[in-house]
């Protein structure tokens, strides 16, 4: 009975909250991954561009409350995505159009696109900004619990509760149909591979005749894909507030680079690594061990490795680590 | 002359500038404006030796900044005897281990040939010593933040004249600059850029949470000043008479002696926060001359020929026998120094440490677009970059209000986008930002003042 309330502590304060984090920080990363893999620069814009599509995205949900739209027990948001996509994609494109394609045509070394995407990530933060404010907005309705704490601890007898949000429950699932899309997309489809192809040799895939334009478009438009949907599923989960998403960009990149950048599948796992040794390295075991241990060994201090507040430097510790021993990731990305 | 006439101008143009704020709003914001500007001017000359000299790009600026910063409060904030018995034995010893650590690994890397061997026992080491030194300062670390926790709990300082954190400041960053030098500078440059800014992120998040150090997010306030207090000034004669013969002609003008004397105490609290605002100016200006003549000297120098060789053809100079890891090494520590002294300057200007207010936008990025703004490897550029992008991050709001109050003049003043506008002001600074930087790196790439080396 015990040892069963120590793995529902575990599953509640550890791996789930892990699953549902990661699984946001791991669409972000790919986001970051294909603009490195095939655009050839690291967009400083990534975080921004996640809340300018999240912005749209509630906008939308807020004009189909007043209308009274709603998914019943589902979020409205899920209804707002497409039209957040929809604008998330022009919104790049157009970027794209007047900012990075300059740069992209006069071959300029990737350092300077990555200053340029410094100026897009002041305008675009300055953009959603004025448009929705810098304050919290929360946007969530429908059914907040799939499983509620108590209501488990009803049904099972156990000490410990299992709370199961809905919102983690989409953000897990939503990211294993987006990715799995993604990933038959880019290893099945002709215009995957020839995305592939572009990435690995841009001349050789020139010469057999792949149209830069439309591999650069198709990599926007997933881009966009990837950055409304993550973005938006972070604001559900926990809330949407620019300053926040400015400052994931920080975790994803390290997810990104952890799996090695310009490897989508990388960046994927590399998310779900971020986001789990964060949370395993603050989690307070104290409960844990109290479940697991006999009465007279309990421990009397937390038995935390790192304070919570060292949540964020845990995972770029863990970038520093993995650019020193091996700095093409682990999983073999572009080497530096 | 001729040459530097654009410089001349560019200079002129910004002076100008800064005199109209002071005559149309007040001279106390024009000189608070100046003097953020001089300090601006320092942390982007120390990004421009790395950027403009060396082509590295440090996006931990943030970090050396509050590096400095803290200098400045170990410095000058007097000891907390009670702490320092209740728990700086156990810190110490704390100290002693980390020492013995790093001492330890050196000896491991030294002896013994690279294996797999020797990476796991470095880590288990690493580990381990992280786990001992936790255990071993924990009750120190309580200890000292238990001690009247609402006006110290933390060790203190040193009690020393602030102005001397401006040197240790710089030695501060710069140690942090050699260990990050040694871990990240092979890095390919955008990497680098990551692997910094998330290093500063790193140094932020121990500087806002040791609090037995730093006070955390308690921050320390009412730091020792280099220039004199206005309390003490409004008090004094010398200062007194100055005031009244600077605005003399004023005053003749005022026949009711009560209103006269009420009117030159009025000028004395303008006055005197003037004062000490030009105080601060002059102590920054000092700095940033001495800066500018090393930097231009070096820049001239054999030494700056061969960091610009190096820049612009690393194989090249590697083949002429010039040690491109030392050099590249040598110069990060030297501009992330230089950021330190900024950083400790500022803390010494504001008289309070705010860890909380370290954020990359402001001391990453906005330096960053001081730096191309004003022209990257040019020192005057970098200094002009400083100048005019601080003032108009101040200035935005101003200029983005009277904006759309042009543009909305036909609207109602309850309209609801106008509203809405006006509410968002402080938010066009961003966008004039983003804009400004897109604009120089597509239409003048080099900058505002770009590089220009004459071969003498």
Not at chain 1, 74 to 89: E, K, R, S, V, Y
Not at chain 1, 145 to 163: H, P, Q, V
Not at chain 2, 212 to 223: D, F, M, P, S, Y
């Amino acid at each position: 009975m015990d040892f069963l309330n120590a793995l529902i502590l575990l599953l509640n304060y550890i791996f789930i909250p892990a699953l549902t984090y990661g699984s946001q920080l791991a669409l972000g990363a790919i986001f970051v991954t294909l603009i490195y893999g095939i655009l050839r620069f690291a967009n400083f814009a990534t975080g921004d561009m996640m809340s300018f599509g999240t912005m749209v995205t509630i906008l939308f949900t807020w004009y189909f409350q007043s209308l009274g739209i709603s998914l019943g027990v589902l979020p409205t948001a899920l209804l707002a995505i497409p039209f957040g996509i929809f604008f998330m994609i022009l919104y790049m494109l157009s970027v794209d159009k007047f900012v990075f394609k300059y740069y992209r045509t006069n071959k300029s070394p990737p350092v300077q696109l990555a200053m340029v995407s410094i100026g897009v990530m002041f305008v675009t933060q300055a953009v959603v900004r004025i448009i929705i404010g810098p304050s919290d907005q929360r946007f969530f309705d429908g059914e907040k619990f799939i499983i509620k704490a108590r209501e488990f601890k009803e049904m099972t007898g156990l000490n410990e509760g299992l709370a199961l949000k809905s919102t983690q429950v989409i953000t897990v699932l939503v990211t294993i149909v987006l990715v799995s899309l993604l990933f038959w997309f880019l290893n099945k489809t002709k215009t995957g591979k020839s995305m592939k192809a572009y990435s690995d040799n841009e001349d050789l895939a020139l010469l057999s005749g792949i149209d830069p334009k439309k591999i650069v478009m198709i990599t926007w438009i997933i881009a966009g894909i990837l950055a409304t949907i993550g973005g938006a599923l972070y604001g559900l989960d926990k809330s949407f507030k620019p300053f926040t998403y400015f400052n994931n960009m920080l975790p994803i990149f390290a997810a990104a680079i952890v799996g090695g950048i310009g490897n989508p599948f990388g960046a994927f796992l590399g998310g779900y690594v971020i986001a789990f040794s964060e949370i395993f390295l603050t989690y307070a075991y104290k409960k844990f061990f109290m479940y697991i241990l006999p009465e007279s060994m309990e421990p009397e201090s937390l038995v935390q490795l790192l304070s919570t507040d060292y949540k964020f430097a845990v995972s770029f510790s863990i970038l520093v680590i993995v650019l020193l021993y091996r700095p093409s990731g682990i999983f073999k990305g572009k080497v530096l | 002359m001729r040459k530097n006439l654009n410089v001349i101008a560019a200079y002129s143009i910004m002076m100008a500038l800064i005199i109209l704020v002071g005559i149309f709003q007040s001279w106390n914001i024009a000189l608070s404006i100046f003097n953020l500007c001089l300090i601006s001017a320092v942390m982007t000359m120390g990004a421009n030796i790395q950027w403009g000299y060396a082509g590295l790009i440090n996006f931990g600026i943030m970090g050396y900044t509050a590096l400095g910063g803290l200098a400045a409060v170990l410095i000058s904030v007097d000891p907390v005897q009670e702490a320092w018995s209740a728990g700086g034995f156990d810190i110490l010893m704390s100290l002693w281990l980390i020492v013995a650590m790093v001492l330890i690994i050196r000896f491991i890397l030294k002896r013994f040939n690279k294996s797999k061997m020797r990476t796991y026992s470095i880590a288990v080491i690493i580990i381990s010593g992280i786990l001992l030194i936790r255990f071993s300062a924990e009750p120190g670390i309580q200890a000292i933040e238990a001690v009247n926790p609402a006006k110290t709990g933390f060790l203190g300082g040193f009690g020393l004249p602030i102005i001397f954190s401006w040197i240790v400041g710089a030695f501060f960053a710069g140690g942090l600059a050699f260990i990050v030098g040694k871990v990240a500078l092979g890095l390919r440059a955008d990497y680098l850029a990551i692997a910094t800014l998330l290093i500063s992120e790193i140094v932020i998040a121990i500087i806002k949470h040791e609090d037995w150090l730093t006070r955390g997010v308690k921050n320390v306030i009412g730091l020792k000043r280099p220039a004199p207090y206005e309390v003490d000034l409004q008090t004094t004669d010398w200062f007194i008479n100055l005031v009244e013969k600077f605005n003399s002609g004023k005053l003749e003008l005022i026949s009711n002696l009560s209103d006269r004397q009420s009117t030159l105490n009025q000028l004395v609290i303008e006055g005197s926060s003037v004062f000490v605002k030009l105080c601060y100016s002059g102590l920054f200006l000092t700095v940033v001359i001495i800066l500018l003549i090393l930097t231009q000297k070096a820049l001239y120098s054999p030494w700056g020929r061969m960091m610009r060789a190096i820049r612009d053809n690393e194989e090249a100079a590697n083949a002429m026998g010039k040690n491109v890891v030392k050099q590249h090494l040598l110069i990060f520590i030297l501009g992330s120094a230089i950021v330190g002294i900024a950083g400790a300057m500022l803390v010494t200007q504001d008289g309070l440490f705010t860890p909380g207010s370290y954020r990359p936008m402001r001391y990453t990025f906005l330096i960053w677009v001081m730096v191309i703004v004003g022209g990257s490897g040019n020192n005057f550029g970098a200094i002009l970059g400083g100048f005019a992008v601080w003032f108009l991050w101040i200035e935005a709001a101003p200029i983005a209000l009277f904006l759309i109050n042009f543009f909305t003049a036909g609207m109602s003043e309850t309209h609801a986008l106008k509203l809405h506008l006006i509410e968002s002001v402080p938010y066009f600074r961003f966008l004039m930002m983003g804009l400004g930087l897109l604009l120089i790196m597509r239409y003048r790439p080099k900058g505002i003042l770009p590089e220009k080396i004459e071969i003498k």
